[in-house]
């Protein structure tokens, strides 16, 4: 039976990485439903998934045995992260290896847009010539907004600049400015003063619905608009009304509110068919290179966590890192409720069982605490079974520590 369940295809390269800790690993293709997910995970340590499985509390809930789940992608909206820690697992993603690769399409679609290349290809399509500068433009002395200024944000402002563009850009958080970009005061300053407005927001609820007729509307007329980031963000009626209207000029679109899970599978959206209007099936991060990279990355903290109770870059649990000494004999990763007393009640207890402490660290998030602890002595039964009776305790896993090679 599989140990390791890896599904939506992330790159092979994260295979190896899984079955260098002892994990198993089977595959499926696309994406799976609740139903299908709680039933596949039966014996299953780590999950991996990419943007179109859903992993709720009630998934989590039916399989206590998961330890981690590793997000081959960017967004982890699609796991409830509270549920997941308080069940003890841990999860990660990939929140910087595929962001060239979603700048380099926000780049070439924006040279698209703005040179009207969708409409241009069409006609040679059906056999008609139209050789003609109406509507096209160069990007270069226009100006870009970008709505998140975070890693993708950040790198598109550069090489957008890098093209002779200048930058506007809006967060929610305060920000440093690269290059020559200014940061707005609003999301309508933006709008205002852009000849294109790119959208780069994560996926918090927060902002479902953050684009809509309302920011449509103080938009410049004339205007060409990405959104690469989460299909709940836009209201795609409101945007295909300002298509047809002509006040939006063009549009490339990469993520939707409702997307299939499995490929082949039939596409539906009101944005089909529109003129300059750029559709792809959410392939923002899907290079070779990306992938790779993501494949690695990913699988890598999973085999870490697995082996060594890292959670450096997790998103859900405190980011702990501990590195063994020549003696370290055993290891307990210790994941608990954040209350008063508890690194005190773990200590009292090795103590009172004999058990050695080499090294400790404890870190804190909310409500959850985790614990690193390497013991240079057996561990008592009867000192684990002190610690997994503790009322605070969620998970304990307790990993055996080979000295490091001399």
Same mark, same amino acid.
């Given at each position: 039976m599989?140990t390791?369940l890896?599904?939506?295809n992330?790159?092979?390269?994260a295979?190896?990485?899984?079955q260098s800790v002892?994990?198993?690993t089977?595959?499926?293709?696309?994406?799976l439903?609740?139903?299908e997910?709680?039933e596949?995970?039966?014996g299953?340590?780590?999950?991996g998934?990419r943007?179109k499985t859903?992993?709720?509390?009630r998934?989590?809930?039916a399989?206590?045995?998961l330890?981690?789940?590793?997000?081959?992608?960017?967004?982890?909206n699609?796991?409830?992260?509270k549920?997941?820690a308080?069940?003890g697992?841990?999860?990660?993603?990939?929140?910087y290896?595929?962001t060239r690769?979603?700048?380099?399409?926000?780049i070439?679609?924006?040279?698209?847009?703005?040179r009207?290349?969708t409409?241009?290809?069409?006609a040679?399509?059906f056999?008609?010539?139209e050789?003609s500068a109406s509507?096209?433009?160069e990007?270069?002395g226009r100006?870009l907004?970008?709505i998140?200024y975070?890693?993708i944000?950040?790198q598109?402002s550069?090489?957008?600049?890098?093209?002779?563009?200048?930058?506007?850009y809006?967060?929610?958080?305060?920000?440093?400015a690269?290059?020559?970009?200014?940061r707005?005061?609003?999301?309508?300053?933006v709008?205002?003063?852009?000849d294109?407005?790119?959208?780069?927001?994560?996926?918090?609820?927060?902002?479902?619905?953050?684009?809509?007729a309302?920011?449509?509307a103080q938009?410049k007329?004339?205007a060409l608009?990405?959104?690469?980031?989460r299909?709940f963000v836009?209201d *795609?009626t =409101?945007?295909?009304?300002?298509? /047809?209207? !002509?006040?939006i000029a &063009?549009? +490339?679109?990469?993520?939707?509110?409702?997307e299939?899970k499995?490929?082949?599978?039939?596409?539906?959206?009101?944005l089909?068919?529109?003129?300059?209007v750029i559709l792809t099936?959410?392939?923002?991060?899907?290079?070779q290179?990306a992938q790779v990279?993501i494949?690695?990355f990913?699988?890598?903290?999973?085999?870490?966590y697995?082996?060594?109770?890292?959670t450096?870059?997790s998103?859900?649990l405190?980011r702990?890192?501990l590195?063994p000494?020549?003696?370290?004999?055993?290891?307990c990763?210790?994941?608990h409720?954040?209350?008063?007393?508890?690194l005190?009640l773990?200590?009292? *207890?090795? =103590?009172?069982?004999?058990?050695? /402490?080499? !090294?400790?660290?404890? &870190?804190? +998030?909310?409500e959850i605490g985790?614990?690193?602890?390497?013991?240079g002595?057996d561990?008592?039964?009867?000192?684990l079974?002190?610690l997994?009776?503790?009322e605070d305790t969620?998970?304990l896993?307790?990993?055996?520590?080979?000295?490091?090679?001399?």
């Amino acid at each position: 039976m599989a140990t390791a369940l890896l599904l939506e295809n992330p790159h092979p390269d994260a295979d190896p990485q899984l079955q260098s800790v002892g994990l198993t690993t089977a595959r499926h293709p696309g994406a799976l439903d609740e139903d299908e997910l709680i039933e596949a995970l039966a014996g299953v340590r780590v999950l991996g998934i990419r943007s179109k499985t859903t992993v709720s509390a009630r998934v989590l809930a039916a399989n206590p045995q998961l330890e981690a789940i590793g997000a081959f992608c960017i967004g982890t909206n699609q796991v409830d992260l509270k549920a997941a820690a308080r069940q003890g697992v841990a999860v990660f993603n990939a929140p910087y290896s595929n962001t060239r690769s979603v700048v380099e399409l926000a780049i070439g679609e924006i040279i698209a847009l703005m040179r009207r290349l969708t409409e241009r290809d069409r006609a040679l399509h059906f056999g008609v010539w139209e050789k003609s500068a109406s509507g096209s433009h160069e990007v270069r002395g226009r100006t870009l907004g970008i709505i998140g200024y975070g890693s993708i944000g950040t790198q598109l402002s550069v090489v957008a600049e890098a093209l002779g563009m200048r930058v506007l850009y809006y967060d929610v958080v305060e920000r440093l400015a690269l290059g020559n970009a200014k940061r707005a005061r609003s999301i309508s300053e933006v709008l205002r003063n852009s000849d294109v407005v790119s959208l780069h927001v994560d996926g918090r609820a927060g902002n479902a619905g953050l684009f809509g007729a309302k920011e449509f509307a103080q938009m410049k007329p004339g205007a060409l608009f990405l959104n690469l980031s989460r299909g709940f963000v836009v209201d *795609t009626t =409101a945007l295909r009304q300002n298509i /047809i209207d !002509g006040h939006i000029a &063009g549009a +490339a679109v990469d993520v939707f509110p409702e997307e299939p899970k499995r490929n082949g599978d039939p596409f539906e959206s009101e944005l089909r068919g529109l003129p300059n209007v750029i559709l792809t099936p959410h392939i923002g991060g899907s290079t070779q290179e990306a992938q790779v990279a993501i494949g690695q990355f990913v699988g890598s903290k999973l085999a870490s966590y697995i082996r060594t109770g890292s959670t450096d870059m997790s998103v859900n649990l405190p980011r702990l890192t501990l590195e063994p000494s020549e003696s370290t004999r055993f290891r307990c990763a210790y994941v608990h409720r954040n209350t008063p007393g508890v690194l005190a009640l773990v200590n009292q *207890t090795f =103590a009172e069982h004999g058990a050695n /402490i080499e !090294g400790q660290i404890l &870190g804190t +998030a909310g409500e959850i605490g985790y614990m690193i602890t390497d013991l240079g002595t057996d561990l008592p039964a009867e000192a684990l079974a002190a610690l997994r009776g503790m009322e605070d305790t969620i998970r304990l896993r307790v990993l055996t520590r080979m000295p490091p090679a001399s």
